[in-house]
């Protein structure tokens, strides 16, 4: 008897995964088109960011006057994370040391930041220290020359 119930069970687990294959295809169809329009548009804004960056370049070798972007309020919706930490560190090319003096806090900060217990967002107290971080996310290794 215990052998029927078990190829009973094995047989009602076969079917449900495929009536579950068969119903969630549709959604996996929109879901990868989604993500390739996502992904289309973040490539648009970053060729359009890119050739902004290039005329206003030309503008200022021109000699033109540039108005300068209006600072946004701060909504409050930016979030910093472990990995966004290393990258930024990465991308700029600095030791844990330099990101530091950088940012304006200590080296074990830094440390415990890029710590692997540390999952997710992070909870920066200081809004000095995030309006830093933030600030830093946004430059580049020429920023980083200039102010250096």
């Known amino acids: 008897?215990?052998?029927?119930m078990k190829e009973l069970k094995a047989e009602i687990s076969r079917i449900a995964r495929s009536e579950i294959k068969v119903a969630l295809s549709p959604i996996k169809s929109v879901n990868a088109s989604q993500r390739k329009y996502?992904?289309?548009?973040?490539r648009q804004v970053a060729d359009l960011e890119k050739e902004n960056k290039q005329l206003?370049?030309?503008?200022e070798k021109l000699g033109a006057v540039v108005p300068k972007p209006e600072p946004q309020e701060e909504t409050g919706r930016a979030w910093?994370?472990?990995?966004?930490?290393?990258?930024m560190r990465k991308r700029l090319r600095l030791s844990q040391k330099a990101f530091?003096?950088?940012?304006?806090?200590?080296?074990?900060?830094?440390?415990?930041?890029?710590?692997?217990?540390?999952?997710?967002k992070l909870n920066?107290?200081?809004?000095?220290?995030?309006?830093r971080?933030?600030?830093?996310?946004?430059?580049?290794?020429?920023?980083?020359n200039k102010e250096g």
């Open 1 to 4: 008897m215990a052998n029927v």
């Open 38 to 42: 996502i992904a289309d548009l973040r």
């Open 56 to 59: 206003i370049r030309g503008l």
């Open 80 to 87: 910093i994370t472990t990995a966004g930490i290393r990258s």
């Open 100 to 120: 530091a003096e950088l940012a304006g806090v200590s080296l074990p900060t830094v440390v415990n930041w890029e710590s692997p217990k540390n999952k997710g």
């Open 124 to 131: 920066i107290r200081r809004k000095e220290v995030f309006a």
């Open 133 to 144: 971080l933030l600030e830093i996310k946004t430059m580049g290794l020429r920023d980083l």
